[in-house]
């Protein structure tokens, strides 16, 4: 059975950083190829936070996070993560990292087959 598993969230201040970690078992995120961020607040829908290739250099972001969120991916470990930086109160939310097959750094949610949990970020005021 094939799962991802996001870890790192947690409490933190406005403009402290948090790094969030997904990684799979049963099956690589290399034979997925593309990786992906996403988080939901309460009351909202679920929202595209960032995605990264896993065959090439390509990364994607949401306009809005850009230059305060960073997704990356270590092969070797078999791990992605999301480097957010300069936390705001509206950051809070729970994350989910999800997977897909194809080249498509797609935003939305329904392209997305494999899902995490999630992992609570809270950012106080």
């Known amino acids: 059975q094939v799962q991802l598993v996001e870890s790192g969230g947690g409490l933190v201040q406005t403009g402290g950083s948090l790094r969030l970690s997904c990684t799979t078992s049963?099956?690589?995120?290399?034979?997925?190829?593309?990786g992906a961020w996403f988080r939901q607040a309460p009351g909202k829908e679920r929202e595209f936070v960032a995605a990264i290739s896993w065959s090439d250099t390509r990364t994607r972001y949401t306009d809005s996070l850009k230059g305060r969120f960073t997704i990356s991916r270590d092969n070797a470990k078999n791990t992605m993560y999301l480097q957010m930086n300069s936390l705001k109160p509206e950051d809070t939310a729970v994350y989910y990292c999800a997977a897909k097959q194809g080249v498509i750094l797609s935003p939305e949610v329904r392209a997305y087959d494999s899902w995490g949990q999630g992992t609570q970020v809270t950012v106080s005021s």
């Open positions: 049963g099956r690589t995120f290399a034979s997925y190829n593309i």
